[in-house]
């Protein structure tokens, strides 16, 4: 009878168990400097999330997100993410774009060893061995900085030119692109650095123009990103222009305007791809008009690979015991063996690596295209290379 009471105690325990949803947390900066990746992030996962539930959940089990808007703030960043690994008991932390705040939520998934994806965080140093518990889903500094020289090279320019905030993203975008372009045999001629909140970029500017480059490279966040646009516009500098990802934002080409008309950006996001089309439709219909950029991508990409991992046996065998800290590190092996995993990024046919030792899942090869500014920074299109010379 002992027996028999035992069996259907635990049975109710593990029925118990199942019947828990799963909770994902995220943590990003929804306002902020940063307000539009850190949306746009969260937006994707809530969407990747609603999806699987629609469909029955993972294995049975629905989940659950718990959102936290980190403000830009390192230290409330890292406080949010305490919250989610300690309050929630959550099983994985997704977000983190800007550097800063990212690197501040490492510690936290490190120390409480739950699985942390870090979104479009770029410094290259991020996912350095050792990362037991954290992988980074977008690109890093040094692979936008390659696809850079090599469009800068195959186009035929010689004399390039950067500017750059003080931030860590806009310093070691700079310090990367710089590399890049030694290996290809490109000096840089000129290279300026200002402090994110000046009004006055014109001394800056006025010095690289001296400097006759024959493209300028420009590495900011949003606001101070279209103070430098507008700077070169009104100073009549006529090179052509490429800026970092942060010119994916639409604060960026909204508060620039005309001044961001023809300017490139590396983009991992192919517009062509019928998958991503399918995808920008439908976030599109939720969440109102977004231009194919890389930041809801790699949060859809991160969620629906968090949610793969979910399924599989180990981390289901210890869901089913109740034992979080079992999941959380079958999750992180599971994460693991994502060798090749295809989501919306690159193009067609290129795929997510990661291993035990790499847990920077974006590849260097088919990652990247080029998308140019137009319509008074309304746009993203394809751009015509033939026409991206040297002056």
């Given at each position: 009878?002992?027996?028999?009471?035992?069996?259907?105690?635990?049975?109710?325990?593990?029925?118990?168990?199942a019947?828990?949803?799963?909770v994902?947390?995220?943590?990003?900066?929804?306002?902020?400097?940063a307000?539009?990746?850190?949306?746009?992030?969260?937006?994707?996962?809530?969407?990747?999330?609603?999806?699987?539930n629609?469909?029955?959940?993972?294995?049975?089990?629905?989940?659950?997100?718990?959102?936290?808007?980190?403000?830009?703030?390192?230290?409330?960043?890292?406080?949010?993410?305490?919250?989610?690994?300690?309050?929630?008991?959550?099983?994985?932390?997704?977000?983190?774009?800007?550097?800063?705040p990212?690197?501040?939520?490492?510690?936290?998934?490190?120390?409480?060893?739950?699985?942390?994806?870090?979104?479009?965080?770029?410094t290259?140093?991020?996912?350095?061995?050792?990362?037991?518990?954290?992988?980074r889903?977008?690109?890093?500094?040094?692979?936008?900085?390659?696809?850079?020289?090599?469009?800068?090279?195959?186009?035929?320019?010689?004399?390039?030119?950067?500017?750059?905030?003080?931030?860590?993203?806009?310093?070691?975008?700079?310090?990367?692109?710089?590399?890049?372009?030694?290996?290809?045999?490109?000096?840089?001629?000129?290279?300026?650095t200002?402090?994110?909140?000046?009004?006055?970029?014109?001394?800056?500017?006025?010095?690289?123009?001296?400097?006759?480059?024959?493209?300028?490279?420009?590495?900011?966040?949003?606001?101070?990103?279209?103070?430098?646009l507008?700077?070169?516009?009104?100073?009549?500098?006529?090179?052509?222009?490429?800026?970092?990802?942060?010119?994916?934002?639409?604060?960026?080409?909204?508060?620039?305007?005309?001044?961001?008309?023809?300017a490139?950006?590396?983009?991992?996001?192919?517009?062509?791809?019928?998958?991503?089309?399918?995808?920008?439709?439908?976030?599109?219909?939720?969440?109102?008009?977004?231009?194919?950029?890389?930041?809801?991508?790699?949060?859809?990409?991160?969620?629906?690979?968090a949610?793969?991992?979910?399924?599989?046996?180990?981390?289901?065998?210890?869901?089913?015991?109740?034992?979080?800290?079992a999941?959380?590190?079958?999750?992180?092996?599971?994460?693991?063996?994502?060798?090749q995993?295809?989501?919306?990024?690159?193009?067609?046919?290129?795929?997510?690596?990661?291993?035990?030792?790499?847990?920077?899942?974006?590849?260097d090869?088919?990652?990247?295209?080029?998308?140019?500014?137009?319509?008074?920074?309304?746009?993203?299109?394809?751009?015509?290379?033939?026409?991206?010379?040297?002056?």
């Amino acid at each position: 009878m002992r027996t028999a009471f035992a069996a259907a105690a635990f049975a109710c325990s593990v029925s118990a168990h199942a019947a828990e949803p799963v909770v994902i947390c995220s943590v990003d900066d929804r306002s902020g400097a940063a307000a539009d990746t850190g949306t746009q992030g969260y937006q994707a996962v809530q969407m990747a999330i609603d999806e699987a539930n629609a469909a029955g959940g993972v294995a049975g089990r629905k989940i659950k997100l718990v959102a936290y808007d980190g403000k830009t703030d390192p230290q409330l960043t890292a406080t949010f993410a305490s919250r989610c690994a300690e309050d929630d008991r959550a099983l994985i932390i997704i977000g983190g774009n800007p550097s800063a705040p990212a690197a501040a939520m490492i510690p936290i998934a490190t120390e409480n060893r739950i699985p942390y994806f870090m979104l479009s965080a770029g410094t290259d140093s991020l996912t350095d061995p050792p990362a037991p518990y954290h992988f980074r889903f977008g690109p890093a500094n040094r692979q936008d900085a390659a696809a850079i020289a090599d469009l800068l090279a195959k186009q035929g320019f010689k004399r390039p030119a950067i500017i750059n905030n003080s931030l860590p993203f806009g310093t070691d975008g700079a310090r990367a692109t710089t590399a890049a372009l030694k290996k290809k045999n490109i000096t840089v001629v000129a290279q300026q650095t200002y402090d994110v909140n000046a009004t006055d970029l014109s001394p800056q500017l006025t010095n690289l123009r001296e400097a006759k480059p024959d493209v300028l490279l420009v590495f900011p966040y949003a606001a101070d990103g279209a103070r430098v646009l507008r700077t070169a516009r009104q100073l009549n500098m006529s090179a052509p222009v490429i800026v970092s990802r942060s010119a994916l934002l639409d604060t960026l080409r909204r508060l620039a305007g005309a001044a961001s008309d023809g300017a490139l950006i590396p983009d991992t996001v192919d517009p062509a791809r019928p998958d991503v089309q399918k995808f920008f439709a439908d976030f599109n219909g939720r969440y109102g008009p977004h231009q194919p950029t890389l930041y809801p991508v790699i949060g859809y990409d991160a969620a629906k690979a968090a949610l793969q991992v979910i399924g599989t046996p180990p981390v289901q065998k210890a869901l089913d015991a109740g034992d979080l800290e079992a999941a959380r590190k079958a999750l992180r092996d599971g994460v693991e063996k994502l060798t090749q995993f295809k989501g919306l990024q690159g193009e067609q046919g290129a795929s997510y690596r990661f291993g035990p030792q790499q847990h920077h899942g974006s590849p260097d090869e088919k990652w990247y295209v080029f998308v140019e500014v137009a319509n008074d920074g309304a746009r993203l299109v394809k751009p015509d290379l033939a026409k991206f010379k040297p002056l």
